[in-house]
């Protein structure tokens, strides 16, 4: 069965320290990868995704994150975190070639910064 | 910028009582979908509808779970009758195309925290 594993569930740092958040899919085929972030109150967002080409995606607030195809592996980074970043990180896959529907989410990871 | 719009946010109802939540999904979209977070655990999918049938369920989407698209905006969730373990946010998303296709992203709303006593 297809499953998504995120290595860390609670992370606190502070405030400029380095991030990066573990992602693991079990999945055959092709994939559609996805990071989402929740903030304290509010809906899910997309930070970024990938569907082909440059494994090295951008996202939004300096976020990125990197595919590795032989290592199944979708691993969100950012240099420098500021408080503002405190949030619940939620890896996604969805297979990348059907029509089933849905995202296969991770256990969700929250990161606290400390200011 | 458009968004998905869950009411109501919060809903308390007793064991065996019917619920309905309700999603307002993105209007130019054609996929919608249900997804619940129990309290501690992973994102799980329930359910997604396209051209007003269900195209996927998964096994938590038992008979005591119905959605409907009453009206073309709102999409519904029904749960006929609660369980304390049915206690979860729900998610709404949608998509304007199907999850396989290229460049294709969800978005959600912000979740109805629903919570059986």
């Known amino acids: 069965a297809q499953s998504v594993s995120q290595h860390n569930h609670h992370v606190i740092l502070s405030e400029a320290a380095s991030l990066e958040l573990g992602c693991n899919y079990s999945?055959?085929?092709?994939?559609?990868l996805f990071w989402y972030v929740q903030y304290p109150g509010q809906h899910l967002q997309l930070l970024l995704k990938y569907f082909s080409g440059d494994p090295l995606v951008k996202g939004i607030k300096g976020f990125e994150a990197e595919f590795i195809k032989s290592k199944f592996s979708f691993n969100l980074r950012k240099p420098s975190v500021q408080w503002s970043d405190t949030a619940e990180y939620f890896c996604?896959?969805?297979?990348?070639?059907?029509?089933?529907?849905?995202?296969?989410f991770g256990q969700g990871t929250t990161l606290q910064v400390k200011p | 910028e458009p968004e998905v719009t869950q009411t109501p946010s919060h809903q308390v109802t007793q064991m065996g009582q019917e619920v309905i939540l309700r999603c307002v999904p993105i209007s130019n979209h054609l996929y919608f979908y249900w997804y619940r977070q129990i309290l501690g655990q992973k994102v799980e999918f329930l359910v997604s509808?396209?051209?007003?049938?269900?195209?996927?369920k998964s096994e938590i989407f038992d008979d005591q779970f119905s959605v409907e698209r009453p009206d073309g905006s709102n999409f519904t969730l029904k749960i006929r009758s609660t369980k304390l373990e049915d206690s979860a946010m729900y998610f709404c998303?949608?998509?304007?195309?199907?999850?396989?296709?290229?460049?294709?992203?969800?978005?959600f709303g912000q979740g109805t925290r629903l919570t059986v006593v």
């Open positions: 996604a896959v969805s297979p990348g070639s059907s029509n089933t529907g849905k995202l296969i």
């Open positions: 509808f396209y051209n007003n049938e269900i195209s996927e």
């Open positions: 999945y055959g085929g092709t994939v559609n």
């Open positions: 998303a949608s998509t304007k195309r199907a999850f396989g296709t290229m460049n294709t992203e969800a978005f």
